[in-house]
C-alpha cells in the first residue's frame, strides 16, 4: 500500500513537472513546438488519470486516517502546533474524500456523452451512411459537437481510470457511472463504519455486510466489467 500510495502522488507530480519544463518559454524554436504538440494530451492524460487512480487506490485508507483525525479533533491554543496541523489536514482530507464520488459523477455526466460513440467521419462516407450515423449532413457541425470514436477515446485516456475494466457500450452511460461510483462510496460507508460506529461493532459488520451484498447483487444482475474473470 505504501508503494502504491508514493507512485499515486509521484506520477501526476511528475506529469506536472514535465508539462511546465516542456510548455517552458525558455523552450523554443521548432524542437520546442514539436515537444509541447505531441506531449500536451499525453501529460494531461497521466496527470489527470493519476490523480484519479491515486485518490482511487488509496481511497479507504486516507478516508479511514482522515476520519480518525476528524474524529478526535485536536484544534485550538491549548493543543500544540503538530496536533493542530494534523487536524487540519484531516480535515482538509476528509472534504476531498467527500467530495471525491460528487465531483466524479458530475465530470463523467458532462465528459462522457454517451457508450455508444459513432465512428469517425471519414472521406469514403456516403451521405446516407453520414445521417444514419449522425442524424445529421453538417459535416462541420459533426466534427465540433457530435461525441465519435477518438473523443471517446481521448476522454477515456484523460479521464477513465475509473470506467476502464467496465464494459460501457454494454451497459451504458447511467449505469457505467452508477457502478463506478458505488464502489467509492461502499469504501466510503466501511471508513465510517469502523472509525464512527467503533463502539458499536454489530452495526459495523451489519454495513459491511449489507455493502458487501448489495455490490456482488449489482455485479450478478448487471456483469458489468469486460473481463469475465472480473465477473466471477
Known sequence: MGSMFLMSIITPLLAFLSFVVIH????????GRWMRRKSRNYLKALFWNGVIKGIDS????????????????????????????????????????????????????????????????????EIE??????????IPYIQK??????????????????????????????????VAIAYQLRKFAIAVGVIMLVNLPSFSIFLFNFTSLFMIMMVVYLKPFSDPNIQR
Open 24 to 31: 517552458s518559454p525558455r523552450v523554443k524554436g521548432p524542437i
Open 58 to 125: 488509496t481511497y479507504l485508507v486516507l478516508t479511514i486516517i482522515s476520519l480518525l483525525q476528524v474524529y478526535n479533533l485536536r484544534l485550538g491554543p491549548k493543543f500544540t502546533k503538530t496536533e493542530n496541523f494534523n487536524s487540519i489536514w484531516g480535515l482538509i482530507i476528509f472534504s476531498i474524500n467527500c467530495a471525491y464520488p460528487i465531483v466524479m459523477t458530475i465530470l463523467y455526466y458532462c465528459k462522457f456523452e454517451r457508450s455508444d460513440p459513432p465512428p469517425d467521419l471519414h472521406e469514403k462516407m
Open 129 to 138: 451512411e453520414i445521417r444514419t450515423h449522425y442524424n445529421t449532413i453538417d
Open 145 to 178: 459537437h457530435i461525441y465519435t470514436e477518438s473523443k471517446h477515446q481521448k476522454f477515456m485516456e484523460t479521464y477513465g481510470a475509473l470506467l476502464e475494466e467496465l464494459n460501457t457500450r454494454e451497459i451504458g452511460k447511467n449505469l457505467s457511472i452508477m
